[in-house]
């Protein structure tokens, strides 16, 4: 095929059908694998139509034509393109009452968003389905838990380690080898040995370093990848140690699952989403949860659209702060970048010295690492 075929070819997909009378008078067409490609488009898509035509589209109500359709498209696209492709069929055409039906959920191509629609179904799913659909989750949050939980115990497990090292240790407690990297410089050829300047030692077992932190998650519609990510994080900040975790899910009333925290599945199993958002009540129930103020950090994940008292919530959040609580507003966890979300409630945020930013998850374990160490916060350009 010559470089103008393919390019032609490639704007007869992008155009659909309405290209395709052009196209055949040209003497080109699609060939077969192609024209199947085209039809998987066209089921979502539409045939498109021209001077501001409204573009149809549609898989019908037949089970059986959408589960052939969803193997149609794995067919020909890979599993990222599936995915979206997956999703604007859930959006576009109304296919959620589909996904409560065992079949459906067994031929999809299972990812975050996936989940989110599962989870918002879960009050709807009949029993039949509750099990197909745990398992869809389960493997969404394994994967996850694959990606993300090697580098967060490293990264956390660092910064614990570097706020627990004191410069005035005894003897005992000396860390030669992180002394020597620190006073190379000290080096002295004529005598082959380095004369410290300063010690670095571990801190005594009496007093080491544990952190408490509290995740907040706000559990409307619109946080729902965030809610997943946001569990997994959970789950993985659970298994540390180090690191007492409770796990907080809110809208207008306030849930503590923190009790689930072994199983991210059953925390996701847990959330409502939908509904209001009471962001200040939130607060109010993980402040009674700080017992050491200095030692905790407190993770609000929410687009800051407040349906509670605005004024109570920043004065709580102010009030976290000068006890010494290291305070961390996310406006998202997850790879979508920035959301629609309240800049007026955000900028009273920064002005309180909590700026509110969106953080992806390969972003949150250096997020996590900074509150520990008290220091300034990696916050993403915008």
């Known amino acids: 095929m010559t470089d103008t075929e393919e390019r032609l070819r490639r704007w007869r997909l992008v155009l659909g059908g ?56 794995r067919t020909y696209f890979p599993s990222s393109v599936v995915q979206v492709m997956q999703r604007d069929a859930i959006d576009r055409l109304g296919l959620s009452a ?3 039906e065992p079949e459906m959920l067994e031929a999809v191509e299972a990812d975050v968003h996936l989940v989110g629609t599962l989870l918002s179904l879960n009050k709807a799913m009949p029993e039949t389905t509750k099990q197909t659909a745990r398992s869809v989750v389960r493997k969404v949050v394994e994967d996850l838990e694959k990606r993300l939980a090697t580098r967060t115990r490293a990264t956390l497990t660092g910064a614990l380690d570097r706020s627990a090292r004191t410069h005035r240790p005894r003897h005992r407690d000396i860390d030669w080898d992180r002394t020597i990297r620190a006073n190379l410089r000290h080096y002295l050829p004529e005598h082959g040995t380095i004369v410290p300047e ?10 080491a370093v544990k952190k408490d932190v509290v995740l907040c998650i706000d559990q409307s ?5 965030s809610v997943v990510y946001a569990s997994v994080f959970g789950a993985v900040l659970a298994s540390m140690r180090s690191i007492d975790t409770k796990l907080v899910v809110f809208d207008t009333a306030v849930v503590d699952l923190t009790d689930q925290l072994d199983d991210p599945v059953d925390v996701l199993f847990g959330t409502q989403l939908g509904g209001g958002t009471d962001i200040n009540r939130a607060l109010a129930y ?25 004024d109570g919530m920043l004065k709580r959040v102010a009030a976290m702060k000068a006890a010494g609580v290291q305070f961390v507003a ?16 955000a900028a009273a945020l920064a002005a ?14 250096e997020i996590m690492a900074a509150a520990i160490q008290k220091r300034p916060l990696p916050v993403p350009e915008t």
């Open 18 to 73: 309405a290209a395709a009378a052009g196209a055949e008078s040209g003497g080109w067409s699609l060939g077969s694998r192609d024209a199947a490609m085209d039809r998987t488009l066209t089921a979502v898509y539409g045939s498109g139509g021209s001077g501001g035509e409204q573009r149809s589209a549609g898989l019908g109500g037949s089970a059986p034509q959408v589960a052939r359709w969803l193997g149609d498209i």
């Open 286 to 310: 993980c402040e009674s949860l700080i017992t050491r103020p200095a030692e905790t950090v407190v993770v609000l994940i929410s687009d800051l659209y407040e349906g509670g008292i605005r």
């Open 198 to 207: 300063r010690l670095v030692g571990y801190g005594r077992a009496d007093r």
């Open 221 to 225: 519609g619109s946080m729902a990848a």
């Open 352 to 365: 309180l010295g909590a700026p509110a930013f969106a953080c992806t998850p390969d972003l949150f374990p």
């Open 98 to 100: 589909l996904l409560l």
């Open 330 to 345: 996310l406006l998202a966890l997850s790879d979508e970048g920035a959301p629609s979300y309240d800049r007026e409630h």
